[in-house]
């Protein structure tokens, strides 16, 4: 079936590490997103790629990092310069169109990292 | 001003109710429009999106977009238990980023 996979489900970081979440997809979309939600709040965007070897940073990026060499993958690193990583994470992907209308972008099942 | 407002509720209709839901957006640029049903721990997922002034209906469901007054609503007919979620309006203004609002949480009592 198609869709997009993150993993791992649960993650746990110690002080100053780096950790990394997968995103994986088989939808052939070229876009890909990074979102972060704490709770009681909406999706606030890490950073978005549209085509290969290319990514924005969104509105809070600081503290993350991205690479997207494979159309189908774009992992996010969590640094250990993110004070506050506690949150759920969450990847999507979306056919870009060349018009003004945007297409809708599909979500992963989420990673939830916390701190130990 | 938010870029997006929607009430948190919670919103309590009872079962085989009529739940409106109502989102407004700063941007008057914002031509694509999308409403995700998110279930608690779980991640969202798309329920309708509308691009045109006017309304939108699949199945249970409308989307109305009224982009003079900057203001889209969903309505769910015939509301069920499992219909009990937070909805998320999200709009787009150019590009492909998403601006999500808070989300409104809807109960539907039995």
């Known amino acids: 079936d198609g869709g997009i996979t993150q993993s791992p489900k649960y993650l746990f970081r110690k002080e100053g590490q780096n950790v990394t979440l997968s995103c994986e997809q088989n939808?052939?979309?070229?876009?890909m997103y990074w979102y972060r939600q704490d709770p009681g709040q909406g999706l606030r965007l890490i950073y978005y790629?549209?085509?290969?070897?290319?990514?924005q940073k969104g509105d809070i990026a600081e503290g993350y990092s991205v690479s997207r060499e494979k159309k189908e993958s774009f992992p996010l690193t969590v640094t250990s310069a993110q004070k506050n990583p506690t949150a759920f994470y969450l990847c999507?992907?979306?056919?870009?169109?060349?018009?003004?209308?945007?297409?809708?972008?599909?979500f992963g099942d989420g990673t939830r990292l916390s701190i130990l | 001003q938010k870029e997006v407002e929607q009430n948190s509720g919670p919103l309590s209709v009872p079962e085989g109710a009529i739940a409106s839901l109502n989102c407004t957006y700063s941007d008057r640029g914002s031509q694509s429009f999308f409403w995700y049903r998110q279930y608690s721990g779980k991640s969202p997922e798309l329920i309708m999106f509308?691009?045109?002034?006017g309304d939108k209906e699949d199945g249970r469901f409308t989307a109305q977009l009224n982009k003079a007054s900057q203001y889209v609503s969903l309505l769910i007919r015939d509301s069920q238990p499992s219909d009990s979620a937070t909805y998320l309006c999200a709009f787009t203004g150019g590009g492909n980023k998403l601006t999500f609002g808070t989300g409104t949480q809807l109960k539907v009592e039995l």
């Open positions: 939808l052939n979309h070229d876009a």
């Open positions: 999507a992907s979306s056919i870009t169109t060349g018009t003004g209308f945007n297409q809708p972008q599909h």
């Open positions: 790629s549209q085509i290969v070897n290319d990514f």
């Open positions: 509308i691009y045109s002034n």
